[in-house]
């Protein structure tokens, strides 16, 4: 009996229970969800890494010779250890320079000048040849300019996975605002907003990513972010208008109706945490597919720009380089994209789980 | 059943009117003008005037609207600005390849998604489903660019089975160069096609004609392939029609790599090229079609299945 007395005591010391802390335990119940969230863990502690630039700051640099295989692998053997380029430049003679005939002012005599003034090229002027070491192979391999695929792969990770996180809350953001107001004001604004969304879902969704990036002639990473974010609201936005048309007639929003509780404090004070669950799982999910839809377009050439590298850059390299047989920047570039939007997928199952289990099929 | 299809008919109006709207404001008021671009380098006013006047663009925004409307109702969208080709020509002779990549993809697709899912269902939560299961998961967490990368390189370029790219021209017949598309299609779509299809006959598996059907002795392969198998099939086909216009645009990829000269990437082209017309009249057009198989796909929910009611 006291027994009892005293652990209903310790329930009543600890409190109600947050639907966060509910969710939290039923998720380390669930242990493929905690191993997927490990990974995506990994993944984003990279990721920020990079971003602080801690790490992969020096994907540019040249380290090793093109093409340098994997360091299991071995070095090429036609590799040459060290690389002898030249950057010395001889006039050649008995030609015209079309530079001084037409009277033109050479575009790249700026950059000549300072390569004049270059300390390095003045020092190597004595001998003509600069070396440079490379090395013949390296971690992962490296990439037609010698730069280190796995520093290349880290930072089209970044690229890559930051697009996909602030697309999704952007869409994320959009979308709830408009199921909100559709679901919860009803009469013409929801007529309205249902129209603009029978309108954007009528275009397949790439056509109208593919026709609003042709419109947007600056190539850039806001604008990846403004096109997906714009176009991807719906599937978020048809969710959340039936959670509000679900919730506006609940006893509870009448008693803040009661009470005086104005229509936007009904929404977006009672209502929506409520229907935080279901904004929270769908925001996961669209991380994923937008991180697919960002690889899509930079494939293609529609999204960063040439001095971004992105998963979808790195990959639009490998058909050429597999047929000259170098694997390892796709193999690489594949395998990260693969184990992240898995473990992205299972988390957001179990994340799904644990916050509404009654959904689970 | 004919009032409700011209009822549906005159409700696709407004949302068309919204879809040329949008396409409308992207392409005239967003995108600026296009004079400066098809000038090019060395312009000088003249001739951005004229071709100002040549394409409207002079004109008041609600007079560029008409044209446009127009150009939508006759489906003449005048010409391509970087080939010079009626843009209802490309459209046309576009869609054809497109068609024999997509068809044989969507057919073999169903088929093969339905005879996996009715086989899982029937033994699901055994090894057999939890394995299969486990790898469409793996099979849909590859992106489609490495399958079509791999593949081709492969089943191409090593093994020379297939062309490496190209599609039939003169006479030649189109299948050798479609097989090879076709396959890496279907493997990333089936996957997916699974999964849903699987769901659909759990859940017709649960229902209590299932339960009377076997009390009446019928054989299991009877219960199975006529009573659940009918009643999934409702949203089956719902769910391959409505996916048809969208497969349009969606195997693009495919025919970037392969070289075929479909819709998928005519659209891709025009981007890169900046071809207005050719990208106005495919987003208006595919969102056409996809309306009309909306539509399609509600008469044929309601023709397979007469409980739903038509409202």
Redesign the interface.
């Known amino acids: 009996m006291s027994e009892r007395i005293v652990s209903f005591a310790k329930a009543r010391q600890a409190g109600p229970k947050s639907l966060a802390s509910i969710a939290w335990a039923r998720l380390c119940r669930n242990p493929l969800g905690l191993c997927s969230l490990g990974v995506v863990v990994v993944f984003l502690i990279t990721i920020l890494a990079s971003a602080l630039g801690l790490i992969a700051q020096d994907w540019d640099t040249q380290y090793a010779v093109s093409f340098a295989p994997p360091c299991w692998m071995g070095a090429k053997l036609e590799a040459i250890p060290d690389e002898v380029i030249s950057v010395t430049s001889q006039p050649r003679s008995g030609m015209l320079d079309p530079i001084e005939m037409y009277g033109l002012k050479d575009p790249l005599q700026p950059v000549l000048d300072q390569l004049k003034d270059n300390p390095l090229q003045n020092a190597s002027r004595g001998a003509p040849l600069l070396i440079l070491e490379r090395s013949p192979t390296l971690f992962l391999g490296a990439d037609k300019w010698g730069r280190s695929v796995a520093l290349k792969v880290i930072k089209g990770a970044e690229t890559s996975v930051l697009v996909g996180i602030a697309s999704a809350l952007l869409a994320t953001v959009i979308g709830t605002l408009l199921g909100a107001f559709a679901g919860y004001l009803g009469s013409w604004v929801d007529a309205f907003i249902e129209?603009?969304y029978?309108?954007?879902t009528?275009?397949?969704?790439?056509?109208?990513v593919?026709?609003?990036?042709?419109?947007?002639?600056q190539k850039g990473v806001f604008t990846i972010i403004l096109i997906l974010g714009l176009t991807g609201w719906t599937g978020v936005y048809r969710l959340i208008r039936a959670e509000y048309l679900k919730h506006k007639v609940r006893e509870y929003v009448q008693a803040a109706q009661a009470i005086g509780a104005s229509d936007a404090r009904r929404m977006f004070v009672h209502i929506l945490p409520n229907v935080s669950h279901v904004i929270l799982v769908q925001l996961s999910q669209q991380v994923v597919n937008f991180i697919?839809a960002e690889?899509?377009l930079s494939?293609?050439?529609?999204g960063v720009p040439v001095d971004v590298v992105s998963w979808g850059s790195i990959?639009n390299e490998?058909?050429n380089e597999?047929?000259l047989g170098y694997s390892w920047q796709?193999m690489t570039c594949?395998l990260a994209?693969?184990i992240l939007?898995?473990a992205f997928?299972?988390f957001t199952d179990a994340l799904r789980d644990a916050l509404d289990p009654r959904l689970k099929? | 059943m004919a009032a409700y299809f011209f009822q549906r008919l005159l409700q696709m109006i407004p949302t068309l009117f919204g879809v040329i709207l949008l396409v409308f404001l992207l392409f005239n008021w967003v995108g600026g003008d296009p004079a400066y671009v098809l000038a090019g380098k060395f312009s000088n006013p003249e001739d951005i005037a004229n071709i100002r006047r040549q394409l409207g663009l002079d004109q008041p925004l609600y007079i560029q609207f008409g044209i446009f409307l127009r150009q939508v109702l006759t489906f003449d969208y005048g010409l391509s600005w970087s080939t010079q080709e009626p843009v209802s020509h490309i459209f046309l002779t576009r869609l054809g390849p497109s068609i024999a990549l997509l068809l044989p993809m969507l057919i073999l697709e169903t088929l093969i998604g339905i005879a996996i899912a009715l086989a899982v269902a029937y033994v699901r939560d055994s090894w057999i489903d939890r394995a299969l299961t486990l790898t469409t998961t793996a099979a849909m967490s590859i992106s489609l660019l490495i399958y079509i990368i791999v593949g081709q390189y492969f089943f191409a370029f090593v093994l020379g089975w297939f062309p490496v790219q190209g599609w039939a021209n003169h006479g030649q017949s189109w299948v050798r160069y479609a097989v090879l598309p076709i396959l890496l299609g279907l493997a990333v779509s089936i996957a997916p096609a699974i999964r849903l299809y699987r769901t659909f006959i759990l859940e017709e598996m649960g229902q209590d004609y299932v339960r009377t059907a076997r009390a009446k002795g019928l054989s299991e392969m009877r219960v199975m392939l006529v009573h659940v198998l009918r009643n999934a099939s409702i949203p089956i086909i719902t769910n391959v029609l409505s996916s048809l216009p969208g497969l349009l645009i969606g195997a693009f990829l495919l025919e970037r790599f392969f070289s075929i000269p479909g819709i998928g990437r005519e659209v891709i082209m025009a981007v890169e090229r900046s071809d207005f017309p050719v990208i106005k009249a495919i987003t208006v057009s595919v969102a056409m079609a996809t309306m009309v198989f909306n539509l399609l796909a509600d008469l044929a929910y309601q023709w397979v299945d007469p409980r739903v009611k038509l409202s």
């Open positions: 129209w603009l029978g309108v954007f009528a275009i397949p969704y790439l056509l109208l593919f026709a609003i990036a042709a419109v947007l002639q697919k690889v899509i494939f293609l050439g529609f990959l490998t058909p597999l047929i796709l594949g994209m693969a939007v898995t997928a299972m099929s």
